[in-house]
């Protein structure tokens, strides 16, 4: 029997080594609230709670490596942004200091000593020495995300009509990461993950004159440090997975969104280790245990066993099922299992359609918004206030109706409108924004468009 601990696989996957198994990542997040009967809110406010369900994972899903905390809004809230607070999902920013007129030098002094950082890397302290044999991920607000978190979402306008401006507040950004980095260090977290979603809202034209700068030189402090790191993004980046990998984290996380073989393809080719992607609702939230099984392998024969981590695509829905981890859990140590389920086959199961009379309606448009869930998923929640910003004045001859992914219902939007990315606009069934959140002064001349061709005034 091996005695290779799950810290020592994960680290030999990062190091593009073959491994004996391939290291499994539970991302649990507000889900370790729910596994010790604590709602989300209560779990994010309590050092007690995040250590006791982190360990309660850590153990019900044999996790190699795990992280703190999922929670890509306290960097966000230590500067000064108000949250909404939820009881099933971390909280989403409510309020963008930068939109109303607030400048760098006149945001709260950054003090991880003090509030809920603070309170974090207590944590974390506590579960590295708890669990010695266990690959801690530190995760760090990516610059661009905490960036957005600040300035709202007119910095993708602003990234085209004051660029200078953006990059002072990237540059900031960059430094507050850098101190995160450094706290995780001295609680005993190895990997650090900078998670930047909403980098897959923009093409790799913008990530070269916007991002590189600052995510290399990141990734470069995070080495001289002597710690692991991992480039975690959201969504479809598929298109910016190159200008990621140059960067040079030593990890690639994503989401499935993203084609696994192909990420394997150009992450090895540069020495870099992958990691996903585990569908989170139509299989680990919604499927039952054969599903998740399935799912699960097929990552596993994509990814091989050199520089391969299996993993959900992002964090863990509150909901999500355990018996569907537990499954997961068990089947990288069990070649029988994987044999068994690749002479079963795949196993399809077809969602009906739903009736897109709806839209024959003259009287109104409608916009609907398929997301994974705006109140967790940062690219979601913007979608969600772009198309919400669009329609101010509308309310009379526009409806907007949010389905997010974690639902059936969610899931037949999505297979109805055709839609193949999230979060995607549809305007009268016909997905017009996908998995890129439009200027909202684009998306309301869209929307008057249609307007105008109803006849609606």
Same mark, same amino acid.
């Given at each position: 029997?091996?005695?290779?601990?799950?810290?020592?696989? =994960?680290?030999?996957?990062?190091?593009?080594?073959?491994?004996? *198994?391939?290291?499994? +990542?539970?991302?649990?997040?507000?889900?370790?609230?729910?596994?010790?009967?604590?709602?989300?809110?209560?779990?994010?406010?309590?050092?007690?709670?995040?250590?006791?369900?982190?360990?309660?994972?850590?153990?019900?899903?044999?996790?190699?490596?795990?992280?703190?905390?999922?929670?890509?809004?306290?960097?966000? $809230?230590?500067?000064?942004?108000?949250?909404?607070?939820?009881?099933?999902?971390?909280?989403?920013?409510?309020?963008?200091?930068?939109?109303?007129? +607030?400048?760098?030098?006149?945001?709260?002094?950054?003090?991880?000593?003090?509030?809920?950082?603070?309170?974090?890397?207590?944590?974390?302290?506590?579960?590295? *020495?708890?669990? /010695?044999?266990?690959?801690?991920?530190?995760? =760090?607000?990516?610059?661009?995300?905490?960036?957005?978190?600040? @300035?709202?979402?007119?910095?993708?306008?602003?990234?085209?009509?004051?660029?200078?401006?953006?990059?002072?507040?990237?540059?900031?950004?960059?430094?507050?990461? *850098?101190?995160?980095?450094?706290?995780?260090?001295?609680?005993?977290?190895?990997?650090?993950?900078?998670?930047?979603?909403?980098?897959?809202?923009?093409?790799?034209?913008?990530?070269?004159?916007?991002?590189?700068?600052?995510?290399? $030189?990141?990734?470069?402090?995070?080495?001289?440090?002597?710690?692991?790191?991992?480039?975690?993004?959201?969504?479809?980046?598929?298109?910016?997975?190159?200008?990621?990998?140059?960067?040079?984290?030593?990890?690639?996380?994503?989401?499935?969104?993203? &084609?696994?073989?192909?990420? @394997?393809?150009?992450?090895?080719?540069?020495?870099?280790?992958?990691?996903?992607?585990?569908?989170?609702?139509?299989?680990?939230?919604?499927?039952?245990?054969?599903?998740?099984?399935?799912?699960?392998?097929?990552?596993?024969?994509?990814?091989?066993?050199?520089?391969?981590?299996?993993?959900?695509?992002?964090?863990?829905?509150?909901?999500?099922?355990?018996?569907?981890? &537990?499954?997961?859990?068990?089947?990288?140590?069990?070649?029988?299992?994987?044999?068994?389920?690749?002479?079963?086959?795949?196993? %399809?199961?077809?969602? &009906?359609?739903?009736?897109?009379?709806?839209? %024959?309606?003259?009287?109104?448009?409608? =916009?609907?918004?398929?997301?994974?869930?705006?109140?967790?998923?940062? /690219?979601?929640?913007?979608?969600?206030?772009?198309?919400?910003?669009?329609?101010?004045?509308?309310?009379?001859?526009?409806?907007?109706?949010?389905?997010?992914?974690?639902?059936?219902?969610?899931? $037949?939007?999505?297979?109805?409108?055709?839609?193949?990315?999230? /979060?995607?606009?549809?305007?009268?069934?016909?997905?017009?924004?996908? %998995?890129?959140?439009?200027?909202?002064?684009?998306?309301?001349?869209?929307?008057? $468009?249609?307007? @105008?061709?109803?006849?609606?005034?």
């Amino acid at each position: 029997m091996s005695t290779i601990t799950g810290k020592e696989l =994960v680290k030999n996957a990062f190091g593009c080594k073959k491994c004996e *198994r391939i290291p499994w +990542v539970p991302f649990v997040g507000v889900h370790a609230g729910e596994l010790i009967g604590a709602d989300a809110e209560s779990y994010l406010k309590s050092e007690e709670l995040i250590v006791n369900g982190v360990e309660r994972a850590i153990k019900l899903y044999r996790a190699d490596g795990i992280p703190v905390l999922f929670d890509l809004q306290l960097e966000a $809230e230590a500067l000064g942004c108000e949250l909404m607070w939820a009881k099933d999902n971390p909280p989403s920013v409510k309020s963008h200091p930068m939109e109303s007129g +607030v400048t760098l030098e006149q945001l709260p002094k950054f003090d991880p000593s003090q509030g809920r950082i603070a309170m974090v890397m207590s944590a974390a302290s506590a579960l590295t *020495r708890g669990n /010695p044999d266990v690959a801690f991920y530190g995760l =760090v607000t990516g610059p661009f995300t905490l960036a957005l978190h600040l @300035k709202g979402t007119g910095i993708f306008m602003e990234m085209y009509t004051n660029p200078q401006e953006i990059h002072k507040i990237l540059r900031f950004c960059c430094d507050i990461a *850098r101190q995160m980095v450094l706290q995780y260090k001295r609680a005993g977290v190895e990997i650090i993950a900078v998670v930047d979603p909403m980098t897959s809202q923009i093409g790799p034209d913008l990530f070269v004159d916007f991002i590189s700068e600052y995510a290399f $030189e990141l990734f470069r402090f995070i080495s001289s440090e002597h710690l692991l790191s991992s480039f975690f993004v959201c969504g479809d980046a598929s298109h910016n997975i190159e200008v990621m990998c140059d960067c040079r984290p030593d990890n690639i996380s994503i989401d499935e969104n993203i &084609e696994l073989e192909s990420v @394997k393809k150009i992450c090895l080719s540069k020495g870099i280790s992958f990691g996903g992607n585990l569908k989170l609702t139509s299989t680990l939230l919604l499927g039952d245990e054969i599903d998740c099984e399935l799912d699960a392998l097929e990552c596993i024969d994509k990814g091989g066993d050199v520089g391969f981590i299996l993993a959900p695509g992002c964090d863990l829905p509150y909901h999500t099922k355990s018996a569907n981890l &537990e499954a997961v859990s068990r089947l990288p140590a069990d070649g029988y299992r994987q044999d068994v389920l690749r002479a079963m086959g795949s196993v %399809s199961k077809n969602i &009906e359609p739903i009736d897109p009379k709806m839209y %024959s309606d003259d009287s109104f448009i409608k =916009v609907d918004i398929i997301t994974l869930d705006s109140g967790s998923c940062a /690219p979601c929640r913007y979608m969600v206030g772009a198309a919400e910003k669009a329609c101010e004045g509308l309310d009379r001859w526009v409806r907007i109706e949010e389905h997010k992914i974690k639902s059936r219902e969610g899931l $037949e939007k999505m297979q109805m409108f055709g839609v193949t990315k999230i /979060p995607s606009i549809c305007i009268d069934g016909v997905p017009v924004y996908q %998995s890129s959140i439009p200027p909202v002064g684009d998306l309301r001349r869209d929307i008057i $468009e249609r307007m @105008k061709e109803k006849g609606l005034k």
